[in-house]
């Protein structure tokens, strides 16, 4: 999954949580790639907390 597509789907979420009223979320990654690399992290972008897992 490139970069400028993981970056546009973060702000995606995050302005979701902005209409939302709402400050922390999960957002499960599929990747489909044959050398996936499984990973799962909290990140903190403007504020929210995000539990990103990647699959």
């Not at 209409?19 to 992290?41: D, G, I």
């Amino acid at each position: 999954m490139g970069m400028n597509t993981t970056k546009k789907g973060l702000n995606n979420w995050l302005y979701y949580l902005d209409s939302r009223n709402q400050n922390m979320a999960y957002l499960v990654v599929f990747n489909f790639n044959q050398k996936k690399k499984f990973t799962n992290e909290w990140k903190e972008i403007e504020g929210k907390k995000i539990f990103e897992v990647k699959v």
